[in-house]
């Protein structure tokens, strides 16, 4: 179940950034903690974000 959640939230992220939500979130991340992140950062996030997930379902 981990590695599904973890496909998953990459496929999450990468439908989110068809519609240039990347870019939303990399800039809200900046203005709320002044650090900056790449695209492979913002994938990363969706990544464990989807981890998490598949942990808690299981």
Request: glycine share 34%; no cysteine; net charge neutral.
């Given at each position: 179940m981990l590695l599904l959640g973890l496909i998953f939230g990459l496929i999450v992220g990468w439908l989110v950034s068809l519609f240039g939500g990347n870019t939303l979130i990399i800039e809200g991340i900046y203005e709320l903690t002044g650090k900056e992140i790449s695209s492979a950062g913002y994938y990363t996030i969706f990544a464990l974000?989807?981890?998490?997930?598949?942990a808690i379902k299981k």
């Open positions: 974000l989807g981890l998490i997930s598949g």
